[in-house]
Structures are given as C-alpha cells and as structure tokens.
Nanobody, 123 residues
Framework: QVQLVESGGGLAQAGGSLRLSCAAS????????MEWYHQAPGKQRDLVAS???????DYADSVKGRFTISRDDAKSTMYLQMNNLKPEDTGIFYC?????????????????WGQGTQVTVSS
C-alpha cells in the first residue's frame, strides 16, 4: 500500500514563511500530479498549487508570487514553500497525490490524501 505523511505546519507571523512537505512511501511505481489544498476554518477545501510529473506548476491566484511548489521524485516528496504568509492562509493544508503502486504482479492507480497539517498565521 501507500502512505502520505505531511509535515512542516505550525505557527507563523504575517509576512513570515513556512515550508510544508508531503512524503509518499510504499510500493510506488510512479507519481503523477501532486497537489496542495487549503481548507480555511469553516470553508471548503480549495486547490492552491499543483505540479505535474514533468514539473509544470500551477497556482491559485491567492498564492501566486508567494508560494512555490516543488517535488523531489528521488525522495517521492513534494514541498510547498510559503512566503509572505497572510492571516487568510490559516487553515489545514492537505496534499493529494496521483500514485501508481505495485500489488504483486499488477499495478493500481489512485489518489491518496495526506493527513493534513495545520498552519496558523497571526497578524
């Protein structure tokens, strides 16, 4: 099976920085698109950044110029560098990864979600 483990959340002041990590482990054959989602208190979960297996990135308007998504395929890990944090960035950040994994002699593909990591930005 596959596991995703997130880390790097915490408390920051407005204007500060945090770096989130999302590490995949298991019988992984291939990792396709990797994504970060943000869920503010009482609101829906929104896509904020994505990166394809070819390294093409995309960002929500709310984080463009402040957040940078990256990946290290050798480590099966994705990162989100968050700079110039704002109080509205407060919430839980989730990673979602499109993974193909081995099951015996076969392969399966699906989306896995991380457990979420809390980010709190004070003004």
């Amino acid at each position: 099976q596959v596991q995703l483990v997130e880390s790097g959340g915490g408390l920051a002041q407005a204007g500060g920085s945090l770096r989130l990590s999302c590490a995949a482990s298991g019988n992984i054959s291939h990792i396709a698109t990797m994504e970060w989602y943000h869920q503010a208190p009482g609101k829906q979960r929104d896509l904020v950044a994505s990166i394809t297996s070819g390294g093409v990135t995309d960002y929500a308007d709310s984080v463009k110029g402040r957040f940078t998504i990256s990946r290290d395929d050798a480590k099966s890990t994705m990162y989100l560098q968050m700079n110039n944090l704002k109080p509205e960035d407060t919430g839980i950040f989730y990673c979602k990864v499109d993974i193909t994994w081995r099951v015996g002699l076969t392969f399966r593909r699906g989306d896995y979600w991380g457990q979420g990591t809390q980010v709190t930005v004070s003004s």
